[in-house]
């Protein structure tokens, strides 16, 4: 049951991802016809370039979840990294009740009334040829800390299922185990074995 609603979760904050990707593509060819317009031909246009921190927006606001869920966060991993997959998966738990958690709740919550009160006076920007509907924009801090509180729930699902030995390998240490391997073979510390049963050492060439 653990695992289905952990593959659910892993669902739902693919689909963020995947349009954080997107949303990835658009601003490079934005910031590229930018360039090409202004030292090219000289020109430019406003709304077009603050198009370009209206997807950075985007891109930060609804990465947060999915990075959680891959776990990219940066932190001090200097103890982490030693301890076992069960003790990792408890700090894990823990620092989502006590830390995520609680800030995605204050922050989301607290970011509704300035995104109702841009759409009320449908705010928009100051420069003459800006973009129009900046309430967009500031609907989706509260919108971003709301999938942030989702994929918590998910990413604390996953941790709980490493700690009760439902999954014994995390993604990460199969990753190390794949990479160790390779370099292994690449070093030639095997024998292989030819089909008519002799031995060849993996250091002859």
């Known amino acids: ?7 659910g979760f892993d669902k739902f904050a693919n689909i963020i991802g995947a349009i954080t990707a997107v949303a990835m593509v658009l601003m490079i060819l934005n910031v590229f016809y930018d360039v090409i317009m202004r030292y090219f031909f000289r020109t430019g246009s406003i709304a077009m370039q603050e198009m370009e921190w209206h997807l950075f927006s985007v891109i930060i606001l609804l990465g947060i979840a999915y990075t959680l869920k891959e776990d990219g966060h940066v932190r001090v991993d200097l103890v982490y990294d030693r301890l076992s997959s069960k003790k990792k998966a408890m700090i894990n738990m823990v620092g989502s009740i006590l830390f995520i958690l609680p800030i995605a709740i204050l922050v989301g919550i607290s970011s509704i009334d300035n995104a109702v009160e841009a759409f009320r006076s449908m705010e928009q920007s100051g420069d003459p040829g800006g973009l129009p509907y900046r309430w967009i924009v ?27 030995g439902y999954k014994d390998f995390d993604d990460n240490f199969i990753k190390n185990e ?26 002859n060439k």
């Open 1 to 7: 049951m653990l695992l289905k609603l952990e593959r």
């Open 138 to 164: 500031k609907s989706l801090i509260p919108l971003s800390f709301f999938l942030l509180i989702i994929t918590t729930i998910g990413f604390f699902i996953k941790n709980l299922n490493i700690y009760k």
């Open 178 to 203: 794949i990479d160790s391997l390779k370099c292994d073979l690449e070093e030639h510390k095997f024998h292989v074995v030819n089909i008519d049963g002799k031995e060849d050492k993996g250091d």
